[in-house]
């Protein structure tokens, strides 16, 4: 009986020690159910609960969000938000306030966060390079300046969290990929594989972290490194798939963080084609095409892999596409608002989030019946980031 008190005492003391952010959280909410909607033209985010569908409230003051991303803290606690003009703001989820803010860089194009969320970093085109922050207190530990030729720096694209304190991330100007160990930040190690094609523009690491693929907007065709191997090498996939025919314009690249991996497929959007091409990924060899309604932008995969979602650029972006993955076939076409930016699956995936900037609304489908089962009020909404990013490698 007498260790009860003590018990009672450690507890607080836990609890107090958990709560970094100036005091403990009152109400003692998770964070497993929240997310963020960026409002890229007011430079705020709306806090959102995907269990309920509601919004929660609304954090501004985050500068230019155009093209904005954000990862998350391994609670679900903080987001972290990447604008276009540099900044890095952390922001608390439950209290719905800015923690911390730095202008890290001029022009920035999103980041990621170290396996074990002591890291942040963030890739950028101005003046290049990857800067890697202590995700606590935003002090920089890191920097990776990306240089290339006579000493100029290379715009950073495709930066993904990697096993053991390590990042990748492509060179568009260099046509590299480096693989950088931060174990020891002050000392941090980066191997560059040179000569990879030209200008990669987005990359993704596979689920079990094995795979980083990069596309290539100077060529057709992609780069891939197997990072289980001892000396890891870039070699090409799915080069010339489009050889042979003739292009169509390229109205907006496509996103590739969302890549479908499912089963053993990857379901991967064409550049300027009405396609998603399906892979073999114990082959890395194309096995179809998936004829779709335009150039598709985002292809999702649901979490349980049996449906992937498919949304496009101009003219055709108030349509999102629907492919079943065993027949491998468009089976529904939605028009869930004007302008679709962007989508994001719940944990579970029975629901998909739509942001339909030009309606200022977000949708939200049940992904088994395709009905609406809620609309919520946003200005402008383009990206849609939900907490369990926090547990997946690559995001």
């Known amino acids: 009986m007498a260790a009860s008190p ?13 709560d970094t952010h100036g005091g403990a959280a009152g109400d003692m909410r998770g964070t497993g159910d929240l997310g963020v909607v960026i409002q890229r033209a007011r430079g705020a985010i709306t806090v959102v609960n995907t ?21 998350f803290s391994r609670d679900g606690r903080d987001a972290y938000v990447f604008g276009r003009d540099g900044g890095l703001t952390q922001v608390d989820l439950l209290r719905e306030r800015i923690v911390r803010r730095v202008m890290q860089a ?14 942040v970093a963030a890739q950028n085109y101005v003046p290049g390079g990857v800067k890697v922050f202590d995700a606590k207190t935003l002090d920089l530990l890191a920097d990776l300046p990306a240089t290339y030729g006579n000493g100029r720096r290379s715009r950073v694209v495709g930066l993904v969290d990697l096993p053991q304190r390590r990042f990748a ?37 596979t689920p079990d972290g094995r795979y980083y693929i990069a596309g290539l907007f ?32 390229v109205y907006k690249m496509p996103h590739l963080r969302g890549w479908a991996v499912a089963g ?55 349509q999102v596409q629907v492919i079943d993955t065993p027949s491998q ?8 608002g004007r302008a679709v930016l962007h989508m994001e699956f719940t944990p579970r995936g029975e629901a998909v989030w739509i942001s339909c900037r030009d309606d200022h609304l977000v949708r ?32």
């Open 329 to 336: 076939r468009v089976v529904d076409t939605l028009r869930p």
């Open 51 to 71: 269990s309920h569908r509601a919004l929660l409230g609304e954090v501004a003051g985050l500068g230019d969000l155009s093209h904005a991303s954000v990862v």
């Open 6 to 18: 003590l018990w009672a005492s450690g507890c607080a003391a836990v609890a107090q020690q958990a």
């Open 106 to 119: 001029g022009n920035s194009i999103g980041g990621a966060i170290s396996a074990d969320g002591t890291m």
């Open 364 to 395: 939200i489908i049940d992904t088994a019946t395709r009905q609406t089962l809620a609309t919520l009020a946003v200005d402008a909404p383009s990206g849609i980031f939900f907490t369990a990013r926090a547990q997946r490698m690559g995001f």
């Open 169 to 205: 991330y492509s060179l568009f100007d260099a046509g590299a990929i480096c693989i950088a160990d931060c174990a020891d930040p002050a000392n941090p190690r980066v191997h560059t594989l040179e000569g990879i094609g030209r200008q990669p523009y987005d990359a993704l690491v």
């Open 264 to 318: 053993r497929h990857a379901y991967l959007p064409a550049i300027g084609r009405h396609e998603v091409l399906v892979v073999d990924t114990a082959t890395w060899q194309e096995v179809g095409r998936i004829p779709v309604a335009g150039q598709p932008v985002f292809v999702m995969a649901r979490p349980d892999g049996r449906q992937v979602w498919v949304n496009f650029a101009v003219p055709d972006y108030d």
């Open 218 to 249: 100077g060529e057709d065709g992609l780069a891939m490194v197997d990072l289980w191997e001892p000396q890891p090498v870039a070699r090409r996939i799915l080069a010339g798939y489009g050889r042979g025919q003739q292009p169509l314009p």
